[in-house]
């Protein structure tokens, strides 16, 4: 059976379109460059906890200064300043939940929202303040473009609420007709433990709302997961051989009744401990679902690694509060899915803790902001980049800033060819359109060539080469036109080259 592509843009992110008994090309996961800090959490409500940064353009937003008609990105996050164990550190603040706007993805601000009152005072971008007898956390938001959606549930929320501390929390939806002032809505779901970031959102190629949530699951020796029983919340005691922290799916056809949350499918890989997930729509392919998960790693003792690795009186100092305050430390993979539940994991790690430099290699690093932006190059004349958020500075007695990250457009993850000629071969398919494009990198020697092949038709390109992430192929003989609507195979024949995606148009 072929498979229907039409113009939608491919990306190789996964193997679902490989003839994989004949491809040889090899996948290869490209890292985001970092670029800078682009905001600072330096008001007294915020502080080395802010994370869980998510955002989202809206073109029918002005800004809440109204300066800009054409849209703005806005950006939700938590505000609160991470315990540290010195001896002489004041009482955490409760967390709150601040906003930022951009017109760009580039420069952003801090508005005053004068919604909540903070030592005496309501000019700050607080959205959020939490009572004493009341506990939330982890705040995400979309923007519901569902058909029918109501008016005054435009936005929609999510977070970790309970009524009185000390009880499990549940997940609650907020809505809210601006995307500034919300309102408590119904239980979304109790089976989860939610000390994460949380995702919900409205897919409009599924026609139905996805949830991606946070569980706890026993790990088996016969490599079954049994679910943990729902305890205390803050009081499991956690073992990484036994409580396996991970990422869960439910779907609403209204947003009022979910489905049973169940596990992720990642076709056999290793179970490991998965923190936040990120998941959404790939902007530029949104048959795609793309994640951020983020990878928890937390060490059987301290050793001379530790002895070694940067931060280790911080690290000891955290150690007075939990043992995996400074046992632990947190990468970040990439994933990707085609039906919202089983997904292709690489578990290569997508990003790294970095270099030491005394602040990183912590629990709490690698934790990407929910969302991209395409924001132009720094090189003049260069195709756009796709740019993404994360923190630093996390469990430190520093401000965390929130930095921008690069890479190229659909750049995540390619087939690459090095030295020696390799190929990709797909299975059966059908487009739309008279013109093949390709996202592609060669070296000057590197090439390759398209060849499609129809019943006993062929169609060959030019030899292809350069760096481009669009670029129309050229055929000397036939061309993609002559096999439009019908059901081809595509080989790619390539040397020293990259290949990201395609896509076929006019």
Request: hydrophobic share 35%.
């Amino acid at each position: 059976m072929a498979w229907e592509i039409g113009r939608r843009r491919e990306c190789f992110f996964d193997g679902e379109l490989l003839c994989e008994d004949e491809t040889t090309a090899e996948f290869r996961l490209h890292e985001p460059v970092l670029r800078e800090t682009v905001l600072t959490h330096d008001a007294p409500w915020e502080g080395s906890g802010c994370d869980y940064h998510n955002l989202f353009f809206d073109e029918t937003w002005p800004g809440v200064d109204g300066a800009h008609p054409e849209g703005t990105y806005r950006m939700y996050y938590l505000g609160w300043q991470c315990p540290t164990g010195a001896p002489d550190e004041p009482q955490p603040g409760k967390i709150v939940v601040c906003y930022a706007e951009s017109p760009d993805g580039l420069s952003w601000t801090k508005p005053s929202l004068g919604l909540c009152e903070f030592d005496g005072s309501r000019d700050n971008n607080i959205l959020l303040g939490r009572e004493d007898k009341n506990y939330f956390d982890n705040f995400m938001v979309f923007r519901d473009d569902a058909p029918g959606c109501p008016a005054d549930e435009r936005y929609k929320g999510v977070a970790a609420y309970c009524e009185h501390t000390g009880r499990p929390p549940v997940l609650c939806a907020y809505f809210s007709a601006d995307g500034i002032r919300f309102r408590l809505g119904p239980v979304i779901t109790e089976q989860g433990v939610f000390d994460t970031l949380n995702v919900v959102f409205w897919d409009e190629q599924a026609g139905l709302y996805r949830g991606y949530i946070r569980g706890f699951h026993d790990a088996l020796e016969d490599g079954s997961v049994r679910d943990t029983e729902r305890i205390e919340y803050g009081k499991r005691a956690l073992n990484e051989k036994v409580n396996i922290r991970d990422i869960r799916y439910l779907e609403s056809k209204d947003f009022r009744t979910w489905t049973e949350p169940v596990l992720l499918d990642f076709e056999g890989a290793e179970d490991v401990p998965l923190y936040t997930n990120v998941v959404s729509p790939y902007c530029r392919a949104p048959h795609l679902l793309i994640g951020f998960p983020t990878r928890y790693v937390e060490r059987s003792g301290w050793n001379s690694s530790f002895e070694e690795l940067g931060g280790r009186e911080a690290r000891r100092l955290r150690m007075t509060l939990s043992q995996r305050y400074g046992l632990t430390v947190t990468d970040c993979l990439f994933m990707c899915s085609r039906d919202g539940r089983r997904f292709h994991r690489f578990d290569e790690a997508f990003l790294r803790p970095g270099p030491e430099n005394g602040r990183n290699w912590v629990y709490g690093d690698c934790y990407p902001a929910r969302g991209l932006v395409e924001t132009p190059s720094p090189v003049p004349g260069a195709p756009n980049e796709l740019s993404m958020y994360l923190t630093d500075n996390h469990f430190s007695a520093f401000p965390a800033h929130l930095q921008r990250y690069a890479l190229r457009l659909d750049g995540f993850v390619s087939l690459h060819a090095g030295g020696a000629e390799r190929k990709i071969v797909t299975k059966p398919f059908r487009y739309e359109g008279s013109r093949l494009y390709l996202n592609f990198a060669t070296a000057a020697r590197g090439w390759l060539t398209v060849t499609l092949r129809c019943g006993g038709e062929e169609a060959v390109s030019d030899e292809v080469f350069g760096d481009t992430v669009d670029r129309r192929v050229g055929f000397s003989g036939k061309t993609p036109a002559a096999f439009a609507g019908r059901e081809v195979v595509m080989e790619i024949r390539m040397r020293d080259a990259d290949v990201y995606s395609f896509r076929f148009g006019d």
